[in-house]
């Protein structure tokens, strides 16, 4: 890229910084030091706000660079995360927000210890809870690293780590210093920003090809150099049986994962009523709904006006089209209108990972202090000092993320994001759904289904074309690959279930009948809600 791109992109990305810290400046001066205000921001935040804060939270750079990447590169294979990303939602809504804002105060732990014995069960929910943080977290930097290799013309690997370093630099100052209130206004400032990018890339795109999609999808499956393959099932997932396993694993992953993912749950405790939460959900379905359909119309658009060469040999795993598009549909790489776009969308692209990892970031800082810490210690902190420990933990998991990060650089954001949600889907989802539902279920059976899921799901990913045997793996020399599957969400999940079940039979405590009616009552009426 020329040093217009770089300079007018880092100079837009600088201002949104600036307004990010000056947010988080200003809220730290009005905080009051308590865990209602350091984990939920007071629990002040209206429906629409929190609608707005659910989807920047939700809408990552692996929707925004990795799905519209996975789209250009293997078209109709490639949507399958945007029908799974979005169907999610429906067991949020229906499952799962107003019975956890009702059962909980600021973690998934919460939820499951107002049955149980409180402590197994707030350590087993806490480290699984931090597993899918990381994870989740990794994928980000990635997608930051992404961005400034394609800034600089790929180049500069001591760029692309110090983009990483100070991602996360900025996400444990956003979280140390403005706890949920200040992330809330960073998501909500995202969201609008990004919504309104999509939306002019979007419109770009449809005005190039006349407002005819169809143009637009046979020009995309020309350029593939797939033909009809291109907009049929199987160029990614279709090779052989393998293959269209790992299809159904990644979308039992995809659907199951956002109702267990930490940052997405805490969201509902931000607001004053069950009732405000289910109005957040309904709000941010509108607004993820839009941003998908969008997303498909750029992935085929990247195809189309890119190419999937172009978009490979920038990045290969397709983390760099929607910036290549961007710079197409201004006028090319010497426009000013080529220039001004691309640099936007750079900007807006930074905006989505900083806002993003700041959520994620406060979640497992608060499973570490609320659930770890508390859990062991003898005696239980105070609330003041259960904060100063969330606020350590935030940079704790910020270097551990920013390490990993760096380590899987070569690898789709979009991927990397559903091995998160498999993990998600396979520990947190049984526990979640037993101990809502379940009269019988025990304390064994708790501790059972979150490590029943989170192992195998950790112990399969290791073993699995991830990490070795391919030159596409982690580590490429070495080959301890057994495991076929890239995603380990079709075994995992049922086997999370089954250990939760399993634990619970086999337990000689019988289970706490009357705690279960009291939880179902507080989780239907909100009666002695927080």
Known sequence: MTGHHQALALVLFSVFVAITLAITTWVSRHR?????????????????????????????????????????????????????????????????????????????????????????????????????????????????????????????????????????????????????????????????????????????????????????????????????????????????????????????????????????LSRFYTVPTARAARRSVVWSVGLIGG????????????????????????????????????????GGANSTGGTVLFAVVAAIAFATILAVVAGITLASSASVAHDLYASLRRRRSRQRSEVAVARAAAVGIGGLAIALGLLARDLNVAFLVGLAFAVSASANLPVLMYALFWRSFTNRGAVWAVYGGLMPALALVVLSPVVSGSPESLFPSVDFQYFPLQNPGIVSIPLGFLAGWLGTVTSAEPADEAKHAETEVRSLTGAGAV
């Open 32 to 264: 009051h030091g308590s865990a209602e205000e350091f984990y939920a921001g007071g629990r002040l935040f209206s429906p629409m706000e929190n609608g707005f804060a659910i989807a920047g939270d939700y809408m990552s750079a692996a929707s925004f660079l990795g799905v519209t990447g996975l789209i250009a590169l293997f078209g109709y294979d490639g949507m399958l995360y945007v029908v799974g990303f979005l169907v999610a939602w429906l067991v949020v809504l229906f499952f799962v927000a107003e019975l956890v804002r009702n059962c909980g105060r600021f973690t998934l732990a919460d939820v499951i210890a107002a049955r149980m014995r409180a402590r197994p069960v707030r350590i087993a929910a806490g480290m699984s809870s931090v597993t899918v943080s990381v994870l989740y977290l990794v994928a980000q930097m990635v997608g930051a690293g992404s961005l400034v290799a394609l800034l600089f013309g790929g180049t500069s690997t001591a760029a692309r780590a110090w983009t990483v370093i100070a991602v996360g630099a900025l996400m444990v100052i956003y979280v140390s210093l403005g706890g949920m209130r200040a992330t809330t206004w960073i998501q909500i400032v995202k969201a609008v920003l990004l919504l309104g990018g999509t939306i002019a890339l979007t419109a770009l795109v449809l005005v190039r090809f006349h407002g005819d999609f169809d143009t637009l999808l046979r020009t995309a499956a020309e350029r593939s150099g797939h033909g009809e393959a291109f907009l049929a099932p199987g160029l990614k997932y279709g090779g052989n049986w393998t293959a269209r396993i790992d299809f159904i694993s990644l979308g039992l992953a995809l659907v199951l994962g956002t109702a267990g993912l930490p940052h997405i």
């Open 291 to 330: 941003f998908y359909l969008m997303t498909i119309v750029l992935g085929f658009g990247a195809a189309a006006v890119v190419g999937p060469n172009a978009v490979r040999e920038s990045n290969a795993a397709g983390n760099t089209a929607v910036p290549l598009l961007a710079l197409k549909l201004g």
